[in-house]
């Protein structure tokens, strides 16, 4: 049996660490040369970088692309890398970041702004200079954009955030039926919480006295893992999804639906 991305190429942006190396490591488990775009080339947790990896577990190939999201050109770069492996034919939208917390009336405009560039900006740019070349290779493709249950719902202390993951989902669904008559698919996941650094050391819940009680209100009683994120953007980026667009899929251990 292939693998599900057997001899695509694809570029997963965030990629030296949490998420987005859980994503680009399961694309090349599954058959995906991979670039690997972010403004660092070492994992936040330590480790060989995300390319390295690939190169040496599977058999997959892989190249690191400086990329900064907001920067038009570096996305472009990330995109031109590709050619190396035949050609785009995947694009996950990955990069974030979170906070600034508080009320409205506290956060600075500035910060707001500076969420909204890496957040939702980065996703339009990175989505139009992929979308663009998709057209002109003729070959339909997938774009997968990394929104959050904060995409779904509003939380009063992050407002930012779930303005800015808001504005993927949606930009997600105009981007689906801009693309469609192309053949490329557009779709996005929402991540409940997830073991990361952010939730291990920028914000900690995992193993905080809040981070029980979070759980205990989740069905399946347990945070995600990268991985169970990566297993659904692999599916969404494959051919298993070929009537699949438009759409937002949870990973969320049931969490939405008790909130």
Known sequence: MNALLDGKAAVVTG???????????????????????DVREEPRQGGTPTHERIRTETDADAAYVDCDVTEADDLRAAVDAAEAFG?????????????????????????????MAINLDSVFLGSKIAATRLVERGEGGAIVNVSSLAGLQ??????????????????TYA????????????NAVHPGE????????DFPVVGTEQGEALKATIPLRKLGQPEDVANAVTFLASDMAGHVTAESLLVDGGARNTS
């Open 194 to 201: 997830v073991e990361t650094a952010l939730t291990t050391e």
């Open 15 to 37: 990629a030296a660490s949490g998420i987005g190396r859980a994503v680009a490591t399961r694309f090349a488990e599954e058959g995906a040369n991979v670039v690997v775009a």
């Open 87 to 115: 050609g785009l034919d995947v694009m996950v939208n990955n990069a974030g970041i979170f906070g600034p917390m508080g009320s409205i009336t506290e956060i600075p405009f500035e910060d707001y702004r500076d969420l």
């Open 154 to 171: 509003g939380y009063g202390e992050i407002a930012p955030y779930c303005a800015a993951k808001a504005g993927v989902r949606n930009l």
């Open 175 to 186: 981007l689906a039926d801009d693309l469609g008559p192309h053949g490329i698919r557009v």
